[in-house]
């Protein structure tokens, strides 16, 4: 890669850490997003400078990707946003001088509606028998706080023993962008996470375990792999048809709260979103559950 682009590329990605504090997961799609740039510039234009970059080089890349990788909508609207990110920081740093933004236009992307378990779905999930042993207190606290608060895989296995306020029924939660909110718990996910905590996480601490409230049976907290593992095993023990992964239970959270009248302001804040449109997803959800009401029942449909 030319000394200058890749000069520039470790700018940017620094700048979007520290200063954007973007995820891990973000970082590492920006790195391979503007890496892959670089080198299909270096394959197609090599000559070029970043002070030469134009419009129709862009345009030419995202063509690319596009047609030859068949990408659908929505991974070519990460490899938009990382790109928009790049140029407006080569422009930010004088390393370009027109603004090359307006020809990285985001692709329109089908509303995707989120996948969600119905209240029935969910209640035969959480009947599941789990023997009382430590493994089976774990998983049963953590089934019933995925549903109980709709957390992020990521975010329960950053839970800390100091995160849950018992007394206020409330967990401390380290969102994205290392954002923190307090997220209400539910009477059986406290009963659940109780047990857990009294009954079964004493038998796996080992010397070296933090304090972390979920831990592996090698006393380590669970990863966020471990845990898609837990929810798929739980499912299966269940016998439901349907895949399941620990999202869905956070789409099931929000959706059963706005179907029972919660404000979707109030959704926001305890899904931890930082904007009220990522969270407006769930009221055409809830608007799709009730034309399939409507038309499984009404007479004249």
Request: aromatic letters at 6%; one cysteine or more; proline letters at 5%.
């Amino acid at each position: 890669m030319n000394p200058d682009w890749e000069e520039a590329i470790e700018s940017c990605l620094g700048y979007l850490a520290t200063e954007k504090s973007h995820a891990v997961n973000t970082q590492l799609l920006n790195r391979v997003t503007v890496e892959s740039f670089a080198s299909w510039m270096d394959k197609n234009h090599p000559a070029r400078t970043l002070a030469e970059l134009t419009s129709e080089d862009i345009r030419g890349f995202l063509r690319t990707q596009r047609t030859e990788r068949k990408l659908a909508p929505a991974s070519m609207k990460i490899i938009v946003v990382a790109l928009r990110h790049f140029f407006a920081h080569l422009k930010r740093e004088g390393l370009i001088q027109q603004d090359l933004l307006p020809a990285l236009d985001l692709p329109r992307l089908d509303r995707l509606l989120p996948d969600t378990l119905s209240e029935a779905e969910v209640d035969q999930l959480m009947s599941i028998e789990l023997p009382q042993t430590p493994l089976g207190l774990r998983d049963r606290a953590l089934l019933e706080v995925l549903y109980a608060s709709g957390l992020r895989a990521g975010e329960i296995t950053g839970l800390r023993l100091e995160n849950y306020l018992r007394e206020e029924r409330l967990l401390r939660v380290i969102g994205k962008g290392n954002r923190e909110r307090l997220v209400p718990v539910g009477e059986k996910a406290m009963v659940a996470i109780d047990q857990w905590l009294a009954k079964g996480r004493p038998l796996l601490v080992k010397p070296r375990t933090g304090g972390e409230i979920f831990l592996g049976d090698h006393g380590r907290r669970l990863t966020t792999a471990r845990i898609w593992q837990i929810v798929q095993e739980l499912a299966k023990l269940s016998g439901l048809s349907k895949k399941i992964w620990p999202h869905l239970l956070r789409h099931s959270f929000a959706t059963h709260l706005l179907s029972h009248g919660a404000d979707l302001r109030a959704i926001q804040e305890m899904l931890g979103h930082a904007s009220l449109a990522t969270t407006q997803i769930y009221t055409h959800v809830d608007q799709a559950r009730l034309k399939e009401v409507h038309r499984r029942f009404h007479p004249r449909p």
